[in-house]
């Protein structure tokens, strides 16, 4: 299989982290490399951030418009007739981003997947099944998809895999509420999430990056 089209950013010359960032419907892999040095991430030893461009298809929800998106949504709720396939799909073209870290030499404890909105999607469901541990989980503006496969499907490697979950109260794609069921579900199986809520719509705000930047340096390793 080919390997998803990639933006890639390093802080340092070999690095010893990755972080593997995935947009949401509609953007590209350029979505969030601005942010990067906003992170500050000083701290921490040398990352390699790589943000894929998912595949264009028709959207469902939105008249059957073609769109860079990682799964189709069919109902407005996000998750009447979730598509299982597609979303299976893509978790199979990210993980090959994982293994290709791997293999230059970033070992997994030290890689990150984040997303956000249906990144955010991706990223829990590739990350709580992955089956070697995790540095980390970072889940912007969206939900857990699948959940009811999840207790089944779930990887013991990454049953205390750090979650990072960020939300606006004001989000009118992603409800708030969707969000918090997702947060409750995973606290309810076990895994221990890093919840927060900003004053925001579905975005990402100064607050919110000061604390992914924080969650980062607990996560990955430090520069000193």
């Known amino acids: 299989m080919k390997l998803l089209p990639c933006i890639e950013l390093e802080t340092t010359p070999n690095p010893s982290a990755a972080v ?3 947009h949401g419907l509609g953007a590209d892999g350029n979505d969030f490399v601005s ?3 906003e992170l500050n991430l000083s701290g921490c030893q040398g990352i390699r951030f790589i943000f894929p461009s998912a595949p264009s298809m028709p959207v469902t929800v939105n008249g059957g418009y073609v769109m860079p998106a990682w799964y189709d949504i069919i109902g407005r709720n996000l998750m009447d007739q979730e598509d299982a ?3 299976q799909n893509s978790a199979t073209s990210i993980i090959q981003l994982i293994e290709r870290e791997a293999s230059r030499g970033i070992a997994y404890k030290n890689i990150v997947i984040a997303g956000f909105s249906q990144g955010c999607a991706m990223a829990l469901y590739i990350g709580l099944r992955f089956p070697h541990p995790l540095a980390g989980i970072i889940a912007l503006s969206g939900y857990l998809p ?3 496969t999840l207790p089944t499907e779930k990887h013991a490697a990454n ?3 750090p979650i990072f979950m960020g939300h606006g109260e004001y989000d009118t ?3 708030p509420e969707r969000a918090q069921a997702s ?3 995973l606290e309810k199986m076990g895994y221990t999430v890093d919840w927060n809520e900003y004053p925001m719509e579905h975005s990402v705000n100064r607050e919110e990056l000061a604390d992914i930047s924080r969650f980062l340096q607990e996560v990955l390793p430090s520069a000193t």
């Open 173 to 175: 794609v992603v409800a």
């Open 20 to 22: 593997i960032w995935l």
């Open 85 to 87: 396939s597609g979303i």
């Open 35 to 37: 942010i990067i040095p």
């Open 159 to 161: 049953c205390g895999i």
């Open 146 to 148: 699948l959940a009811m």
């Open 183 to 185: 947060h409750a579900l």
